[in-house]
């Protein structure tokens, strides 16, 4: 199995998991970067220790054109404020739904923020991809 295949494996693993602001612990819950940082982690993509946002995570990769299995689909303009993998080049794994006042399992499910599968191509605001295993 490749990294890439690696990475989305993980990935899928928190499916259904919440949103929490901030959050990188696979018991509680991930946001958005803390979410994709995870699993790239996991497969040797990022160092174990160092702080990265979203906004960061768009500079650390090359950019491609059209996304693939494990591309990084990037949004927000000027700065990047969310961030998750393609699962192919329609669709979309991260954690979404949640905000700032995501901060307990309880807002999560009030607000039905969770590590969902999305429509990506239909979403406005969609600022690039990246592979981080190029």
């Not at 399992?105 to 969770?114: C, H, R, T």
């Amino acid at each position: 199995m490749t990294e890439r295949e690696t990475a989305l494996k993980i990935a899928w693993s928190f499916l259904g998991r919440p949103y929490i602001w901030g959050g990188d612990d696979p018991m509680r819950g991930y946001d958005c970067s803390g979410f994709v940082i995870e699993c790239l982690k996991s497969v040797g993509k990022l160092p174990q220790k160092g702080d990265w946002t979203a906004n960061t995570l768009f500079g650390l990769f090359r950019k491609v054109q059209d996304p693939d299995l494990g591309c990084l689909v990037f949004w927000g303009s000027p700065r990047i404020i969310h961030v998750e993998f393609c699962i192919d080049d329609k669709l979309s794994i991260g954690a979404s739904g949640g905000g700032s006042r995501t901060k307990t399992e309880a807002d999560a499910i009030s607000q039905n923020a969770y590590i969902k599968i999305r429509p990506f191509r239909s979403r406005n605001g969609i600022s690039g991809f990246c592979d981080p295993f190029l």
